[in-house]
T-cell receptor, first 115, second 118 residues
Framework: AQTVTQSQPEMSVQEAETVTLSCTYDTSESDYYLFWYKQPPSRQMILVIR??????QNATENRFSVNFQKAAKSFSLKISDSQLGDAAMYFC????????????FGTGTRLQVFP | GAVVSQHPSRVICKSGTSVKIECRSLDFQATTMFWYRQFPKQSLMLMATSNEGSKATYEQGVEKDKFLINHASLTLSTLTVTSAHPEDSSFYICSANERSAGGADTQYFGPGTRLTVL
């Protein structure tokens, strides 16, 4: 069975600095999707970034980028130029290739941003 | 991104009553929707997968007679908590799968419903 592990329950960063959130996963599949979701205090889950496993290029969305290491089964999220609004829970998630498959979430990392 | 709504956002009910939560995809059709439960400071726990026009698939340990799911149209799924008890108090979140070109579907989440059973 697939599993997702986020080993950092909490992280903190100074405004304008860079922070990296870790995520590892376990799967026997060769093709799959990986996601980072953000859950701010409002509790609305927001998609931050998505990576297809068959793509070697790391996904990037503005200040958010990932370091996808397929062989190591690692999928970290880098937030550059951190802003106060980035403070939230961040969940890493895995999904098998077939579109209706469920998301498997990690336990989350709480990110605090200090001014 | 696509928008998913949930109604109500908060509900307080007495023990023994039933509560219905609606999940709608507002600007896309979703053949598959998902229902999650989230306890404070924890991750999302998938309860069931809801497929339009067919029976829902429940995760192990989730009582299908307790949590009734209906996916009657491509834009609406409902979760009914039957004979609710205080231990059913939780935050319930739905998500909907948006189809995209190339098959890379994305799940978009509703804002959640906080259920409190007295």
């Amino acid at each position: 069975a697939q599993t997702v592990t986020q080993s950092q329950p909490e992280m903190s960063v100074q405004e304008a600095e860079t922070v990296t959130l870790s995520c590892t996963y376990d799967t026997s599949e060769s093709d799959y999707y990986l996601f980072w979701y953000k859950q701010p205090p409002s509790r609305q889950m927001i998609l931050v970034i998505r990576q297809e496993a068959y793509k070697q290029q790391n996904a990037t969305e503005n200040r958010f980028s990932v370091n996808f290491q397929k062989a190591a089964k690692s999928f970290s999220l880098k937030i550059s130029d951190s802003q106060l609004g980035d403070a939230a829970m961040y969940f890493c998630a895995y999904r098998a290739l077939y579109n209706t498959d469920k998301l498997i979430f990690g336990t989350g990392t709480r990110l605090q941003v200090f001014p | 991104g696509a928008v998913v709504s949930q109604h109500p956002s908060r509900v307080i009910c007495k023990s023994g009553t039933s509560v219905k939560i609606e999940c709608r995809s507002l600007d896309f059709q979703a053949t598959t929707m998902f229902w999650y439960r989230q306890f404070p400071k924890q991750s999302l726990m998938l309860m069931a997968t809801s497929n339009e026009g067919s029976k829902a698939t429940y995760e192990q340990g989730v009582e299908k007679d307790k949590f009734l799911i209906n996916h009657a149209s491509l834009t609406l799924s409902t979760l009914t908590v039957t004979s609710a008890h205080p231990e059913d108090s939780s935050f319930y979140i739905c998500s909907a799968n948006e189809r995209s070109a190339g098959g890379a579907d994305t799940q978009y989440f509703g804002p959640g419903t906080r259920l409190t059973v007295l």
